[in-house]
């Protein structure tokens, strides 16, 4: 058998890989996603072909699609909202996420690393705020630019949303303009973490 068959990869290179932590590798070990052996130290070794296999059941291929894609996730309970920007913005050649609870929120962001977190802070199981400052305190995700995509306008609120970590603003219902023009913007842009 040759070298390339074999291929082995420890928890910290699949982890880097998947882009998360090899925490998560090793959780996913032991749940079964990841099918992997021990060594004689205890350590996990995973073959080329069953992370391939993780990753193709779990869409973790963003090579694959090109990197001259940009990826926005987009954060609503509202599906005609989703439609919406879904429509607005695979039209304009961007790669769409949709997600439309908390959970999945801070997971698929760190799997998938967006470009953009375009988030509704008013849903009825997840609020916008401690996203926002979760987002923030993970290491993988505190660079993603997030925008807020709130009916909430009063001036306090607003504070509010940048005092959280948002990077920008735009008002429900908002213009097509606005969005793209909001949009374009910040997924050139990477934060700059302190």
Known sequence: MS???EKAYTTFEAAKICHVTHHSIKNWIKQGL???SRTPGGHYRI???DLDAFREQYDMFPRDKGPTKK????VDDDPDALAMIERILTDEGFEL???????EVGLK???LLPDLILLDFLMPDINGFEVTKALRDNEATQSIPIMAVTCLSKEKDIERIFACGADEYLAKPFKIDDLLKKVRELVGRARVVE
């Open 3 to 5: 070298e390339r068959e």
């Open 34 to 36: 990841i099918k992997a």
């Open 47 to 49: 073959l080329e072909k």
């Open 71 to 74: 990826r926005v996730m987009v």
């Open 97 to 103: 996420i949709k997600v439309s609870n908390a959970t």
């Open 109 to 111: 962001a760190a799997q």
